[in-house]
């Protein structure tokens, strides 16, 4: 299949010794720095795609066929193999069926699906969590959608920073028996934490949200963490860019006094412009 190698990374990831970071990736600019710099898979948040996607905060708006077009962006600008925030897969056990389909098709090399309660219940301001039961439910129904069996399932929970730890493990040692190919945490809170999780489950380990004791990456290879998110930067680093690029030009500054912009040749490299050239050679008879 078209995708495969790129899912055969991150399993291969997922079943190495170290932990990495991966570079936090939103359209097909972004993953295409991220593999030129060297970045082993992108992480497509749930959060970075509202704000790209909608420039909407992450409160469940963004659709599904919004998210797996732009992932489909991505997949084609890129060899990246990028992991996808699914969310609460955008509906019932049945809908996270549909969610790994169109997001298989769309080229993700795996996704994660998680027990919080989305959209928020009314009238309830604190985040929430479906039943363990309804969970399970969705975990399955993710991994009876996918059609290629490379494609990674991850069950995420935040029972952590919702409830307790020892809810969280119970969540994700259901997850396990379900069949997720990893276990994705959010709100750990320290290393005690993390080493119960990891003597309580036997799959690889992704964490997020994370305090900075928990950054080490040998110690975090210890405790069976293949992938650890380091946040969002990217994406504020370029809203704070284009802002400030804005703000130069409304006050009268010239576009040739304006700092911080990419090069020439980085642009080249990014937009892939030597190979469009050779193309253009070939089939539009251009010289190169």
Request: glycine share 10%; charged share 25%.
């Amino acid at each position: 299949m078209a995708f495969r190698s790129r899912r055969e990374k991150l399993r291969s990831v997922l079943s190495g010794a170290a932990c990495v970071h991966p570079g936090s990736v939103y359209d097909a600019i972004s993953i295409r720095i991220a593999e030129d710099l060297g970045f082993p898979l992108g992480m497509f948040g749930g959060s970075v795609a509202s704000l790209a996607v909608l420039g909407d905060p992450d409160v469940t708006l963004i659709t599904l066929t919004e998210l797996a077009e732009q992932m489909r962006r991505m997949s084609r600008a890129s060899a990246l193999p990028v992991l996808v925030d699914a969310d609460h897969g955008y509906g019932n056990a049945l809908n996270v069926r549909r969610t790994v389909q169109e997001l298989e098709a769309a080229g993700a090399a795996g996704l994660t699906i998680e027990d919080t309660l989305l959209p928020a219940a009314f009238g309830e301001a604190k985040t929430q969590l479906i039943s363990l039961e309804e969970g399970v439910g969705k975990m399955k129904a993710a991994l009876a959608g996918r059609n290629d069996a490379s494609l990674v399932i991850m069950g995420r929970t935040g029972a952590a920073s919702i409830t307790s730890i020892e809810d969280a493990i119970r969540r994700a040692k259901s997850y396990e028996s379900a069949g997720v190919d990893a276990l994705f945490f959010t709100g750990i809170k320290s290393r005690a934490e993390l080493e119960a999780v990891r003597a309580a489950t036997r799959l690889p380990i992704v964490v997020g949200g994370a305090p900075e004791d928990l950054n080490a990456l040998d110690y975090l290879a210890g405790q069976r963490v293949r992938i650890a998110l380091q946040g969002h930067a990217p994406i504020a680093a370029a809203t704070q860019a284009v802002y400030e690029t804005l703000k130069a030009l409304s006050e009268g500054t010239s576009p040739k006094g304006l700092r911080g912009l990419a090069s020439s040749e980085l642009t080249a490299r990014i937009m892939r412009e030597a190979d469009v050239k050779a193309r253009s050679a070939d089939v539009l008879g251009l010289k190169k």
